[in-house]
């Protein structure tokens, strides 16, 4: 069992406020910018953290763990307060609030461009693809192989 | 004085209304975004920023008015919020210095100078946040360029936001 509190209290952090990350991913959804490069984007992203996280942690992590590492992660950044729960090789993360939900967009396109941040760093931490979807105020994640 | 207070207040800001990110994921998405959308017209790209400067700035008048009962901030006090927000928030060191309509911001050492060689690349994303951040906080229009590793905003003169 791994500490992950302790491990992301030891991340370098960089600290935005909530109004701008809102916004930002507001304008950028109501323009439309394609979603085929941002998601490879953010996957990326997602997978170099993973892999930081990874390096930090100096060992391996089961999937039984994701839901309270994830859960750690969500509160810890501010980006809300989520249940994840397991059901065999899906993920579900159920939003419970966020402040993504300031956006005057519907939960589900304001959720939708962090998809690739989260798939991308459950693929790098699991050394397994998993893909996603976002249904409601929730992402269902599908661990593939 | 005032200007030692607003960066006690602009720290205060971040620590309440800031989302932690890892620095890593930060860098790494910055890094995608600039080499991404250098393609795509900086007008484009401005309209998303700039807009989003503007909501922010907002939301930290606002934060200093209801709790600091501060409602004005005069263009000498810009360094004092600029560079705590950069040094609180992690985004890197700058130096912010007002010479009359000229605000020049260099950026000194940051994650954004790392992702592409040329700065109008590396630094031309954010520029649209800090003009819409900066022209929000002064109440008037603020328009920029990239020279060096440093922004130069210009305060439009009769520019009052409505």
Known sequence: MYNFSEILKNQRLVI?????????????AKIGLPPGPRDLMAREA????????MDSVGGKIDLGEIP???????????????????????????????????S??????????FLGLVEGF??????????GEVRDKSYILKVKG | MKGEFLRAYTK??????????????????YSNLA????????????????????????????????????????????????????????????KCEVNGDKIRVEVK?????????????????????????ISELLGKEVVGKIEGNSYILTIKSGSALQ
């Not at chain 2, 401005?46 to 009962?69: M, P």
């Open chain 1, 16 to 28: 935005l406020p909530k109004d701008l990350i809102v916004y930002l991913f507001e304008s950028a």
């Open chain 1, 46 to 53: 997602g997978k170099r953290y993973a892999q930081a996280f």
């Open chain 1, 68 to 102: 309270e590492l994830l859960e750690k992660i969500y509160d810890f950044s501010g980006m809300g307060k989520v249940k994840v729960s397991l059901n065999g090789n899906e993920i579900l993360l159920e939003f419970l609030h966020s402040p993504l939900f300031k």
């Open chain 1, 104 to 113: 005057s967009l519907d939960p589900q396109k304001i959720l939708r461009p």
């Open chain 1, 122 to 131: 459950l693929s790098g931490i699991l050394g397994k693809e998993v893909k």
């Open chain 2, 12 to 29: 205060i800001y971040l620590e309440l209304e800031g989302l932690k990110f890892p620095e890593v994921l930060i860098e790494s998405a």
């Open chain 2, 35 to 94: 080499n991404f959308l250098r393609d795509i017209p900086v007008g484009v790209r401005r309209i998303i920023t700039r807009d989003a400067g503007k909501k922010s700035a907002e939301s930290f008048k606002n934060f200093l008015r209801d709790r600091y009962k501060i409602t004005e901030i005069k263009e000498e006090e810009v360094p004092a919020v600029v560079e705590t927000f950069f040094k609180i928030s992690g985004m890197g060191d700058v």
């Open chain 2, 109 to 133: 050492d940051s994650f954004m100078l790392r992702a592409n060689p040329d700065p109008n690349i590396a630094l031309g994303q954010f520029i649209g946040i800090i003009e819409g951040f």
